[in-house]
């Protein structure tokens, strides 16, 4: 029923997946996946390996496409229609929400996890906007600052006005927890009722306020991550499936699902198509008291409370672990840095950590960046140089600059 070129039927419902999530008609993906393929192919050599292998439909698949899915009961309105940036709304992290999606939405909700077993993630041009020059680190670094600081003292501001006009977090959870208490006592009195029905309304609309502050927050994060962007994205091959002989147990929630994939292009953007990654193979970790972590042969083991922030750190060790010169480039790093430095525990540091965990302090602005893992040469440098450019790269710029430039130009190839 699927037709060739494809090499599996989890083509079809990665192609809806991501029409689903762009908000895009089929159309323009079939046209974005062709044109992708056709660079691919032209540039296969600068893979290591030559191992690229293009799994998309092509152009002239389209009616097949339809028709595939359309049998496997999707409700598909295919229109021939113009690219509208302003009728597709992006969230606080500039990624595109459901608006003007051509497939019905949640169509896929059980499809992606038991059906779709090998993913590319695939944005479309519209969608990820290359900055249009590379700037050396360097720049990048003071550009970081500069604009960080700028937002730093819009978030102050920010702030103050919070400080004048109500309350603050702690205040706030003090307030909903005193309110749930009087709910509990209050009988039939109803003017009790009605006192405490007006306070509850006024916790509500805190509650907005708050969030409020925290979407912008996080937006302003978004606008300094998008000065680390790359201007060609890596080329990554994100898998569901288990490897033969390997006790791997698969996702089991939408979302683990979308965390992965978020992750995933997340990391197509940090990161060059210059390095190497490999196949990476997403499953659940089951084994109690364990965090989400990375195992050998490109193995990302995540949690139930995963985010797109712990999903960009364990990529760090999968391209460590799958590309040798990046792995050498970081232990040279590492080296240079805690030369001289004796080893800690890192349960000194935070209780959560185990006994036999230990780190070299250095200048590094968290101990987790100078851990040692005895008897291998598994580092936590890149894993946390990313997870910084992706959750506070303001931070990192400021606080270790040399670290800064070094994760900017290595995830460059350079």
């Not at 060739?4 to 997946?17: F, M, N, Q, R």
């Amino acid at each position: 029923m699927f037709p060739t070129p494809l090499k599996s039927e989890a083509s079809w419902y990665e192609l809806a997946y991501f029409a689903e999530r762009a908000g895009v008609s089929i159309e323009h993906i079939c046209a974005t996946v062709e044109a992708a393929t056709q660079v691919a192919r032209q540039s296969t050599s600068a893979h290591k390996g030559g191992n690229y292998q293009p799994v998309l439909p092509y152009e002239n698949d389209l009616d097949a496409v339809i028709g595939a899915l359309r049998d496997d009961g999707f409700d598909l309105e295919i229109k021939d229609v113009q690219w509208n940036e302003s009728q597709h709304p992006r969230d606080d992290d500039g990624r595109f929400t459901n608006g003007g999606s051509h497939l019905y939405r949640g169509a896929l909700a059980d499809a992606r996890i038991d059906r779709t077993y090998i993913v590319h993630p695939t944005i479309p041009p519209a969608q990820y906007s290359p900055p249009l020059r590379e700037m050396t680190a360097d720049q990048a670094l003071d550009e970081v600052l500069k604009k960080g600081r700028e937002l730093r003292e819009l978030a102050v501001q920010r702030q103050v006005q919070d400080a004048k006009k109500g309350l603050s977090k702690e205040k706030l959870k003090a307030a909903k927890e005193l309110l749930s208490a009087l709910q509990q006592q209050v009988t039939s009195n109803e003017a009790e009722k009605d006192s405490l029905r007006r306070r509850m309304e006024a916790v509500g609309k805190e509650v907005q306020r708050q969030g409020a502050i925290e979407r912008a927050e996080l937006k302003d994060i978004a606008t300094l991550r998008q000065i680390l962007y790359v201007h060609s994205p890596a080329e990554l091959n994100v898998r569901f499936d288990t490897i033969p002989g390997k006790n791997m147990q698969p996702l089991t929630s939408n979302h683990l699902t979308e965390a992965a994939l978020t992750g995933s292009e997340e990391i197509r953007r940090l990161v060059s198509e210059h390095l190497y990654i490999g196949d990476i193979y997403f499953e659940r970790e089951t084994r109690p008291d364990t965090r989400s972590n990375y195992e050998y042969g490109g193995r990302v083991k995540l949690t139930d409370e995963v985010g797109t922030r712990i999903v960009v750190h364990e990529f760090g060790h999968a391209l460590e672990d799958l590309n040798p010169t990046v792995r050498q480039k970081v232990l040279d790093f590492r080296t240079k840095r805690t030369r001289g430095e004796g080893f800690l525990s890192l349960q000194s540091t935070n209780s959560a950590f185990r006994p036999d965990e230990v780190y070299k302090k250095d200048r590094f602005l968290d101990a987790y960046m100078g851990k040692f893992y005895i008897g291998s040469d598994d580092t936590e440098i890149l894993s946390m140089g990313l997870e910084y450019f992706h959750s506070d790269p303001l931070t990192l710029a400021e606080g270790d600059p040399e670290y800064f430039k070094f994760i900017y130009d290595l995830v460059r190839g350079k």
